[in-house]
């Protein structure tokens, strides 16, 4: 019996350290991105490294067993790039880091994050192509990454993202095709494409979300897209007619 309770003291302290390293782990990922980041405002001021997981500082949320699962800094006044080690934040779900001054590239570790539900880094200064790495976060509901320097197609495995609900691209230099996969997105509400460079014909797939799936605005205007209308601001019906004005 005596033996029993020292197997069972082992694994419980054994659990604890597994639990304080992967803390430890995640807090190192977070303080070096503070350090590659620069941050006039010092918002970031209590990222201290010197603490036992960074589930106490500002603008991170952790889950009961004190592992990261949010990232809030949209309009913090931060600049600097993205680190590719916040791939390892495993179970890190909302990034919220809208309306800063990011650059560089989407780093493609970022779909390591299979319990990723947002992925926020609209109104930046990001530049290169989107990933097609983040087509493997099947968790994923919204990708809102408007308003950058983006480049570069439309990855083809955002067909992947079953349960997006939200897909906001529009206002960067985005090339190349519509992919038809995203038809394969049935919770697809919300489709913002505008003001990019893309071309080639809206795929019917896409188009058939409107009758097969949930989508009730799509925004295709100001591309070089064939038989469609420049305008913005239309919703999905007033396309689709136009469309047919125009065959």
């Known amino acids: 019996m005596a033996a029993q309770f020292a197997a069972a003291g082992v694994l419980t302290g054994l659990l604890a350290l597994a639990t304080f390293a992967s803390c430890n782990t995640e807090g190192d990922i977070l303080y070096k991105q503070r350090l590659a980041w620069n941050d006039p405002n010092n918002v970031l001021k209590s990222w ?83 990933p097609s790495t983040l087509g493997s976060i099947s968790t994923l509901r919204y990708l809102r990454l408007y308003q950058n320097n983006l480049t570069g197609p439309i990855p083809s495995s955002f067909g992947n993202l079953t349960n997006l609900r ?13 992919p038809a996969s995203l038809g394969n997105v049935k919770t697809l509400q919300f489709l913002e494409l505008n003001g990019n460079m893309l071309t080639g014909t809206v795929p019917l797939e896409v188009l058939s979300l409107v009758i097969v799936g949930n989508l009730t605005e799509l925004n295709i205007a100001r591309n070089n897209l064939d038989g469609t209308v420049t305008s913005s601001g239309l919703r999905v019906s007033a396309i689709i007619q136009d469309m047919l004005k125009t065959a």
Request: charged share 15%; hydrophobic share 40%; aromatic share 6%.
């Open 48 to 130: 201290d490294q010197t603490l036992a997981n960074p589930c106490t500082w500002f603008h991170v949320t952790c889950n009961n067993n004190n592992s990261v699962v949010r990232v809030d800094l949209g309009n913090a006044g931060i600049s600097g790039p993205l680190l590719s080690d916040l791939g390892e934040l495993e179970n890190l779900q909302y990034i919220e880091l809208y309306g800063n001054r990011l650059n560089g590239s989407i780093p493609e570790t970022l779909g390591n994050l299979t319990n990723l539900i947002s992925l926020d880094l609209w109104v930046n200064l990001l530049t290169g192509p989107i």
């Open 166 to 178: 939200e897909l906001k691209l529009q206002e960067n230099s985005l090339s190349g095709a519509i």
